[in-house]
């Protein structure tokens, strides 16, 4: 493995000295900047911010994961695995719930604040020498490079947090380009449009793998021309699920499964094979392995049995905050996720099911901050009317506000859409704060036997922490 530790010196030279910033300055820095020359789609910022810290995004091997749902659970996934190969292995996630530290990680290890301070020092003293304009999304993508080259991490999975062409993790020439889902304006007959496909594929590269776990064969077949036509290597899509514990296999087994594909491709063809475990890899192909086993080597397998890529499966648990996490410490129940579209909503309602058939809940109340202006309402009032004639329970919708690196704006009119549930025989309540939906969701179910949902958004997860307050995750 290679050496952890980070180096001291600057990773360009020439770079102007600044006034240091603090850890709180640089926050602030960051909150004020998402919306900075967001029209710059040539990428020119954040290419001038590469090559001035001698090409990072050539210097760090990437895997980047796209799609509309479950991007970050992939990458948490694939970081998992890959570590568990023996490799050091840096995340980069989007978007964070507290703190901006949730973003930035080492071997599923968040940043330090100071670490975090020192990356953010390096970056901004290099914008106001080159003086250029990029936005937060720039900063935090070369400060995640920069992280991870210091620390000399074997490879780097990205999170792509949008999918077009002017995403500065396209500035990557990733080896292995990962899809989740694409849930964009398509029906079962009909694939996404082409301007989706294309904004999807818009990081792939020459030669790059590219691996995706949509269900729908029409999406299939059209990211597969796509990636002919760049030139890259199509992967055959993900079929089953990989076996996690109850309920997560149906709920992130897909998700897994693109993980184990993405880290297999990888470990397999990129991999500095030195760096490797081999004896006790789940995912390496050993010389003179191949084929049916000669009998010795099933002796040896009988005597020193190997852990199983289905064995690290049972063991794996998503440990990724306000991803479908569950607080059963809380009285009662806490469920939270930060689904914000309606496919995402389906997972969590699906979710909620699997939960109440292994243990019958005793009062279910389900929490709801929307601030999608692009989230179908009369789709969500299909998807409610459809739970809640399966499932006893109640919502209460509040007003949230996204803070600045979270999708949405301002809340949606919360009585005008409780209205409309209760049209459907649902009950529902309006809340005017998250204080106050929060404190009659408690009291509405069991304390012992009762769940609180949480979840709309991630802004709505955010203001759960904060009312706890909890000051990072």
């Not at 292995?176 to 594929?201: K, L, P, W, Y």
Request: aromatic share 8%; hydrophobic share 40%; glycine share 4%.
């Amino acid at each position: 493995m290679k050496d952890l530790n980070i180096h001291k010196q600057a990773a360009t030279k020439g770079i102007v000295t600044a006034k240091q910033r603090s850890y709180n300055e640089i926050v602030d820095w960051l909150d004020k900047n998402w919306h900075t020359n967001t029209n710059d789609t040539s990428l020119s910022c954040v290419t001038q911010l590469d090559k001035a810290f001698g090409n990072l995004s050539a210097q760090v091997d990437t895997i980047l994961v796209s799609g509309d749902n479950g991007k970050s659970l992939t990458t948490h996934f694939t970081t998992k695995l890959l570590k568990e190969e023996g490799l050091q292995v840096g995340a980069f996630f989007a978007p964070h719930i507290l703190t901006y530290n949730e973003r930035f990680s080492l071997n599923n290890e968040s940043i330090a604040n100071k670490a975090f301070t020192e990356l953010g020092n390096e970056v901004l003293s290099t914008v106001e020498s080159l003086n250029i304009q990029p936005n937060s999304y720039d900063v935090l993508t070369i400060m995640a490079l920069l992280y991870f080259h210091k620390n000399n991490v074997d490879v780097a999975v990205l999170e792509v947090s949008d999918a077009t062409p002017y995403n500065a993790t396209n500035i990557c020439n990733p080896k292995v380009f990962a899809i989740t889902r694409i849930t964009n304006n398509i029906s079962d007959t009909q694939a996404a449009d082409a301007t989706t496909i294309e904004n999807m594929m818009s990081a792939v590269k020459h030669n790059s793998h590219v691996v995706s776990a949509d269900q729908s064969k029409l999406n299939l077949q059209a990211l597969e021309e796509a990636a002919n036509k760049k030139e890259a290597l199509w992967s055959m899509p993900i079929r089953k699920l990989a076996p996690l514990p109850y309920p997560f296999e149906q709920l992130h087994g897909r998700c897994a499964a693109l993980a184990e594909r993405v880290a297999y491709i990888y470990i397999n063809n990129f991999a500095n094979k030195d760096a490797l475990v081999l004896a006790n890899s789940l995912l390496a192909k050993q010389k003179g392995q191949r084929g049916r086993p000669t009998l010795e080597a099933k002796r040896q397998s009988e005597l020193n049995p190997k852990r199983t890529l289905e064995q690290f499966w049972k063991d794996a648990c998503n440990t990724l905050p306000s991803r479908f996490q569950l607080l059963d410490k809380e009285k009662p129940t806490i469920l939270l996720d930060n689904a914000s579209n309606i496919d995402a909503l389906k997972n969590v309602l699906l979710g909620i099911r699997l939960l109440h058939y292994h243990r019958p809940l005793k009062g279910l109340t389900v929490l709801l901050g929307c601030n999608r202006e692009d989230l179908d309402a009369a789709e969500l009032l299909k998807l409610l009317r459809y739970f809640f004639k399966k499932t006893s329970g109640q919502l209460i919708l509040c007003p949230v506000t996204a803070t600045p690196d979270h999708k949405g704006g301002a809340a949606w009119d919360v009585e005008k859409l409780t209205n409309d549930i209760k049209s459907m025989k649902i009950k529902a309540k309006a809340a005017c704060s998250f204080k106050e939906a929060f404190e009659w969701a408690q009291k509405s179910v069991d304390e012992r036997n009762g769940l609180v949902v949480i979840t709309g958004s991630t802004t709505v997860v955010t203001e759960y922490w904060k009312h706890k307050g909890m000051k990072k995750l």
